[in-house]
């Protein structure tokens, strides 16, 4: 297992993350790579890289989710993040992305995100295993 660290520039910052994970699967044999993020404010997601498409994503997840109502987490904590913390039950803090042959086997259109949450920057850690094909499965 090993970590991908990534810097955020702050709430509903989106990141590109296939290239870095394209360049980790290199040399690899067919198989599944696992990635998890390590955080409750921040989501992973798979869709296409569009401009367009991605302010449609921070838009649909402000109105699922306003920032500014009354968050019972705001008042015991006082971090002003109980909508981050809510925002990210709508993504996904693990995938499992197939890989043939050295290079993840993603749709023509398939991008992975990283989607910041949280009300500030922040390092986000996300961890890296893969598990090769099992060469009987199918037989």
């Given at each position: 297992m090993?970590?991908?660290f990534v810097e955020t520039r702050g709430e509903l910052d989106i990141i590109n993350l296939t290239g870095e994970l394209e360049s980790r699967v290199v040399g690899l044999p067919s198989g599944?790579?696992?990635?998890?993020?390590?955080?409750?404010?921040s989501g992973l997601f798979i869709n296409e890289d569009d401009p367009a498409l991605l302010e449609d994503v921070r838009?649909?997840?402000?109105?699922?989710?306003?920032?500014?109502?009354?968050?019972r987490h705001n008042?015991?904590?006082?971090?002003?993040?109980?909508?981050?913390?809510?925002r990210s039950l709508l993504l996904s803090s693990a995938l499992a992305l197939p890989v043939e042959?050295?290079?993840?086997?993603?749709?023509?259109?398939?991008?992975?995100?990283?989607?910041?949450?949280?009300?500030?920057?922040?390092?986000?850690?996300?961890?890296?295993?893969?598990?090769?094909?099992?060469?009987?499965?199918?037989?």
């Open positions: 090993e970590s991908l599944m790579l696992f990635v998890f993020l390590k955080s409750t404010t838009d649909m997840i402000s109105r699922l989710v306003p920032k500014n109502a009354n968050y008042s015991t904590w006082g971090d002003g993040n109980g909508h981050s913390h809510l042959r050295g290079r993840l086997a993603l749709g023509t259109w398939q991008n992975v995100f990283l989607i910041e949450l949280d009300v500030r920057p922040r390092r986000r850690e996300l961890l890296l295993s893969f598990m090769p094909e099992d060469e009987s499965f199918g037989r």
